[in-house]
Structure formats: C-alpha cells, structure tokens
C-alpha cells in the first residue's frame, strides 16, 4: 500500500462542468504531483505542489488548477471541461527517505 | 518526436517465458530510471528504481539501463499470468519529486 488515496473513484460529467478531485497522503509527504493519464498513454504531468506553492507545471491550460492543503491532502480543479478532458487522474506524492514518487489509485473522469 | 518511447505492444507470451520490455529516450539529462505496473483500472505501482547505468536484481526482475544507448529494459523471468499488466517507464532528471516524463506503455499478456 502506497498510503495515498483519492476521491472520488469515478465521475461522469458533461462539457463546460467544473469538477474537484481530492488526493490524500500519508503525513510527510510535502510533494504531490498531479497527472493525466488517457487511455492507451502514459501518465502525463500536470503540475506539482510543494508546501502549498505550485512547483512546477506540464503543458496544461489555466484551466487546470490545484491546491495543496496543511493536512497533506490536495485538489485538482478543471473548468470549463472538454470532452478530450476524459482520462484517469492520478496523484502522486514524495516525501523525505522516499526514493521516488507512489502514486494513488486515480479517479476516472468521463466528460460527455 | 517524444521524449520517451516505448512499444505499447501488445505482448502476449506463454506461462514460464522470459520477458523483455524496453524504451528509449532522447534526454541525456535524465538521470533515474524507473518501471512501474499498472493492472487495469488501477495506479501505478513501482516495481523498479535504477540510477544512472547499470543492472538491478530484484526476485524475478532485472532492470537494466544504459545510458550511452539512451535504452532501458525490464526482464521478467519465470513469468506468469499475474503478471499480466501494462508496464511504464519512466524517468526523470533528478531524484526524487521531480516531473516524472513516462513511456506510452507495453501492454503484457502471460497466457496459463
């Protein structure tokens, strides 16, 4: 068990929506990556939180954005949603005495 | 042209067979390497994490990366149908919490 856990499992939505999807790790773990992964592809980076600050950022429009949280839990936000937007979205977090980044289960979003 | 490539297959091979999956990249600043399985409709998990070139042994699996050629390979030994998944790679500049960058994924199949 990797010790991080997202919310929710699966969603349906349609285009223009907005959704949240929350991530959760264990305590110590201060960087959480965000990523999506479309069907047939591998994971692609959205962006990072470190201590609560964006630290870094894939090729993702303004319409994705994240919060990181004191209790080590985070969101991922995407507005205005488009139906390429349908992915499995995954978490991933770091912490001290890791060797690299384990990520969570993911959510399925389904936009229609 | 992608950063990382990997043949997304799919690979299907008999109970007992030795596997070879492998990826190539065009990053000479990456650095650590790492193969991650993900069975259906789940995150991914870390099998194996390498720095630099060399081999690592770990029961079963042998990663191997060489980095003149810019080539990565994961060998599964005495394979078996649980290990039916899709394997990733992925790599990164630094250790630790930086931008993972992943392959496409190699679907595999073990048949009983």
């Known amino acids: 068990e990797t010790g991080v856990t997202q919310s929710p499992t699966h969603l349906i939505k349609t285009r223009g929506q907005q959704v949240t999807l929350r991530c959760s790790s264990q305590?110590?773990?201060?960087?959480v990556s965000w990523y999506q992964q479309a069907l047939g592809q591998g994971p692609q980076f959205i962006f990072q939180y470190y201590r609560e600050e964006e630290n870094g950022r894939g090729n993702f429009p303004p319409r994705f954005s994240g919060l990181q949280f004191p209790n080590y839990s985070s969101e991922l936000n995407v507005n205005a949603l488009e139906l390429d937007d349908s992915a499995l979205y995954l978490c991933a977090t770091y912490g001290t005495g890791k060797e690299t980044q384990y990520f969570g289960p993911g959510t399925r979003l389904l936009v229609l | 042209q992608k950063e990382v490539e990997q043949d997304p297959g799919p690979l299907s091979v008999p109970e007992g067979a030795i596997v070879s999956l492998n990826c190539t990249y065009s990053n000479s600043a990456f650095q650590y390497f790492m193969w991650y399985r993900q069975y259906s409709r789940k995150g991914p998990e870390l099998l194996m994490y390498t720095y630099s070139s060399g081999n690592k042994e770990d029961g079963r699996f042998t990663a191997q990366v060489d980095k003149s050629s810019k080539y990565i390979s994961l060998f599964i030994r005495d394979s078996q149908p649980s290990d039916s998944a899709t394997y990733l790679c992925?790599?990164?500049?630094?250790?630790?919490?930086?931008?993972?960058?992943f392959g496409q994924g190699t679907r595999l199949t073990i048949n009983p």
């Open positions: 305590s110590g773990h201060n960087t």
């Open positions: 992925a790599m990164t500049r630094l250790q630790g919490a930086q931008k993972l960058v």
